[in-house]
């Protein structure tokens, strides 16, 4: 099997504590991984599976583990067929819900089909629902020797404290710049010439994924940067009163909540920065952003920020896209100079 340190070499240090671990038998029964989306934390989750399912593990020295690639569990696993691993992640509800963490717990207290040991990943424990959580925690509490959880978590979407105490915690980093460009260089130079995205299409997918890569690719031949764009010049033609807020959300609409949120939360997260004297991640809306850094206090940033937030917990039920986009359209114009009235 491939090495995933070699294939993205920004997972290395994550791969190899586990590895280091597995060689001196004190793995936990419980990791829980937080990384920035897109950074690669399933790829690293499923090659640790295939680490711990594999029967014939080789030792190339100093601890460094790997799965050989070659034994029934590992051709189990690259059919994407192996019973002794599960895979848990949001349905259609947005949130990862308790039948799932109960058909978890039913896993994990069985005896393994064919390997010697089974896993189960929560792809992601920051949308298990409160009644997924609680389920979750009782199985977190009685750990069994045969069984190991990987706990999957976005970057600052928080995970029960209840949970994170029962857990590892492992960071997957993103990548310096050119270790993303290098990466994603690779992954379109396979491509069919005419598939394949520019230099310019692939310098801004980086930018507008923060570098992470997997992301970025998605991005890159995909059409978010597109819609991206008009949906950015509709806030910007918003924010100066040349369109009404209607007209503005039904271009976040295209992109579907999840994405029209996260560019909300981006813009935000760069205006706290800006406010801190730092400079934006979003090249493109650098103007705009320092703009309203000099004309608010830093704690708007935050505000704004916590609107996000309230806007991921209403889109568990469903909530309008255009609903969503309209009222944090409407939060960010009120960072907008009043204009003084003539005297």
């Known amino acids: 099997m491939s090495d995933i340190a070699q294939d993205m070499p920004w997972l290395a240090k994550a791969w190899h504590a586990v590895q280091h ?6 793995l936990p029964h419980a990791l829980l991984v937080a990384g ?67 058909a978890l717990s039913t896993f994990a207290v069985g005896s ?51 949970i ?62 597109g819609l991206r764009d008009k949906a950015f010049e509709a806030f910007k033609q918003f924010m100066k009163g040349q369109i009404t807020v209607g007209d503005a959300a039904k271009c976040f609409k295209t992109i579907g909540l999840e994405d029209t949120l996260w560019l909300f939360e981006s813009w935000a997260a760069d205006l706290a920065r800006c406010s801190a004297g730092g400079q934006p991640n979003d090249t493109e809306a650098a103007d705009m952003l320092m ?6 206090p830093p704690w708007r940033a935050h505000e704004l920020l916590d609107r996000v937030r309230q806007s991921r917990e209403a889109a568990v039920y469903n909530a309008s896209p255009e609903l969503e986009a309209s009222q944090l359209l409407t939060a960010w114009r009120d960072l907008m100079p009043r204009k003084r009235a003539a005297g």
């Not at 671990?21 to 004190?26: G, I, K, P, S, T």
């Open 21 to 26: 671990r597995l060689a001196e038998d004190r």
């Open 36 to 102: 920035e989306r897109g950074v690669g934390k399933r790829a690293w989750a499923e090659a640790v599976a295939g680490l711990l399912l594999c029967d014939r593990r080789e030792d190339l020295g100093n601890g460094n583990l790997v799965a050989c690639g070659h034994c029934k569990q590992c051709e189990l696993l690259r059919a994407g067929s192996h019973p002794d691993l599960r895979i848990y992640a949001p349905e259609k509800s947005r949130m990862v819900k308790v039948d799932q963490v109960r």
């Open 112 to 162: 393994p089909q064919v390997a010697h040991h089974k896993v189960a990943i929560v792809d992601r424990a920051d949308l298990l629902n409160i009644n997924a959580a609680n389920a979750l925690l009782k199985t977190l509490e009685e750990p069994l020797p045969d069984v190991t959880l990987l706990l999957l978590q976005e970057s600052g979407r928080p995970v029960l404290p209840t």
């Open 164 to 225: 994170r105490s029962r857990c590892q915690a492992l960071t997957i980093p993103v990548p310096a710049e050119e270790q993303a460009q290098n990466w994603l260089a690779a992954q379109v130079s396979g491509l069919e010439e005419d598939q394949r995205p520019g230099a310019g299409v692939l310098a801004k997918s980086l930018m507008l994924a923060g570098n992470a890569p997997r992301l970025a690719l998605e991005y890159a031949t995909g059409e978010f940067p």
């Open 291 to 296: 703009f309203l850094a000099r004309s608010n």
